[in-house]
């Protein structure tokens, strides 16, 4: 009796032991996959006919690349706990001759863990530039900065049109007329004397219309009380230019109105050589800057300015400061935190290549967010001490790729700055083909 509860006590605490380990294993790996969905991708770029490694959260890491018989295949390479990733793909006949497939990742090659589109970019080489260029755009109508009151020759202050218009609207016509310039509205106004006048007004993608009467000031002039601008300049750095279209991105953000932080929307601009007259440095808590000033020689048109850059058509390449020819562009997986190279314009003509270390890369920042640059450079450093405005554009280098572009500075560490993806960059200018 004694002998048998003895071998007996043992062999339950065994089995409640392995049921114990086999439930901490199922959590577990449940774990693993619920956390590898959240961090892996829902889509996996990748250049035709180029090797990568992808990595995500140090979890999961594996080699792809497209095969030249339009098949994919995959190196599995170790993970923590020296377990491997397994990408599996459809019959190679449905993605033959297609640009997108899908791909499902799965743990030892049994837990599936999630299903991912791969995109296969055509191989793309761009000249990267660096060029400090001018920028001029003309507002897609007149652009209302604000309200404001006007004083008559009574001595009163009204405000005709507070509540009926707000900033950021754009005045597209006035009367039916349209108006592209601040004096287009003023002529029209004064015309009309105290005669309400209605505009058409272009607010979120909608036409809204206000009727405003205008008053006479003390100055004998008739007014809508209405603060109002019709284009903007500045000054940036022409990032790149593809030789294959003709076309160019520049800045890697928007160009804002001052005054109201709005995304300006373009009715036409150009961009041209600007003349640089003075290099700001950056301090901890004020950013520097270029100085300079556009002049007359036009280096291309532009057609869309958005929140990922200023985009366009080059319509004299003799004049961009080409420092080297085309080179491929890397796109988000194939980069790395490590060396880089910025190209950048503070002198006249000369554009150099400076040292940067790209010190973080994210998947799911925003457009023009993804890359954090630190300059390393000690004679970018000696000259800016860090990044500047005007530099916005200044394209960055790896490994003999273009990888994206210069963006933001960190007001309180100017060595260091936000970049954007080149492929960012690249899908915004394509959507001007659509």
């Known amino acids: 009796m004694h002998d048998k509860k003895f071998f007996r006590y043992p062999t339950t605490v065994k089995r409640n032991v392995i049921v114990f380990c086999i439930a901490i294993v199922t959590v577990l ?59 599996s793909y459809p019959d190679s006949s449905q993605h033959t001759d297609t640009t997108v497939t899908k791909a499902t990742i799965s743990l030892f090659g049994i837990l599936p863990v999630k299903t991912v589109t791969i995109e296969i970019w055509d191989s793309l080489y761009l000249v990267p530039l660096g060029q400090t260029i001018g920028i001029d755009i003309h507002t897609n109508g007149v652009m209302i900065l604000g309200t404001g009151s006007v004083e008559t020759a009574e001595g009163k202050q009204d405000s005709p049109a507070k509540g009926k218009v707000f900033t950021g609207d754009l005045i597209q016509k006035v009367n039916g007329q349209v108006v592209e310039s601040n004096g287009d509205v003023t002529e029209i106004v004064e015309r009309e004397g105290q005669s309400p006048v209605t505009l058409e007004i272009l607010r979120e993608g909608e036409i809204i219309q206000a009727s405003i009467t205008p008053l006479i000031g003390t100055d004998g002039i008739y007014k809508l009380g209405l603060w109002i601008r019709d284009r903007a300049q500045g000054i940036g750095s022409l990032t790149y230019y593809n030789p294959d279209t003709g076309g160019f991105g520049a800045i890697g953000h928007g160009i804002a109105d001052v005054d109201t ?29 270029i100085e300079g000033s556009l002049t007359s020689t036009v280096l291309g048109e532009i057609q869309l300015n958005s929140a990922n850059g200023v985009y366009g058509t080059i319509v004299n390449s003799e004049s961009l400061i080409q420092t080297q020819n085309a080179i491929p562009i890397a796109l988000k997986e194939e980069i790395k935190e490590g060396k880089a190279y910025i190209l950048c314009n503070l002198e006249g003509d000369t554009v150099e290549q400076y040292e940067v270390k790209v010190s973080k890369t994210s998947k799911i920042a925003s457009k023009n967010d993804g890359l ?42 100017p060595q260091k700055g936000y970049g954007i993806y080149i492929e960012d960059m690249i899908n915004t200018e394509n959507s001007l083909k659509n």
């Open 29 to 87: 790996l449940l774990g693993v996959v619920s956390v590898s969905r959240f961090f892996l991708p829902d889509t996996i770029r990748i250049t035709e006919g180029q090797e990568t490694t992808i990595s995500y959260a140090d979890i999961f890491s594996f080699h792809i690349h497209k095969s030249e018989k339009d098949s994919f295949e995959v190196m599995q390479s170790p993970i923590r706990g020296n377990q491997d990733i397994q990408i």
């Open 261 to 289: 932080h709005e995304t300006i929307p373009v009715g036409e601009g150009t961009i041209t050589k600007a003349r640089i007259s003075a290099v700001k440095k950056g301090v901890e808590g004020e950013p520097g800057e």
């Open 372 to 413: 954090v640059v630190e300059i390393t450079d000690p004679r970018l450093l000696e000259k800016t001490n860090g990044i500047i405005q005007g530099m916005s554009g200044s394209p960055i280098i790896q490994d003999g790729a273009l990888i994206g572009a210069v963006t933001h500075v960190f007001v309180q560490e």
